[in-house]
């Protein structure tokens, strides 16, 4: 996971990799451009299953981002909560 944004990315969870349905908390905030190797990361299974990553600004505003897989094209959207 990697933090694409202009600011840190805190407060961070992620949907569950292994296609469950449950949430995941991350234990630390990334900085602008840095990213964090998920445990178990697998992308035959992501590529059947929505990923989902909501965290916070320094500001205290929510963001969502969404990766899909369709017809073979990773498509991601961006949205602030």
Known sequence: MENQ???PAMNIRHSDIGGGGQFRENVR???KAD???LE???IDVMRNH???AEYE???GRRY???VQW???IMRTTFRAL
């Open 29 to 31: 905030a990334l900085a």
């Open 40 to 42: 178990g990361f697998n």
């Open 64 to 66: 969502r981002t969404v």
């Open 70 to 72: 369709r017809d073979g």
């Open 57 to 59: 600004s320094l500001g």
């Open 50 to 52: 929505v990923f989902t």
């Open 5 to 7: 944004g202009f600011g």
């Open 35 to 37: 990213f964090i190797i």
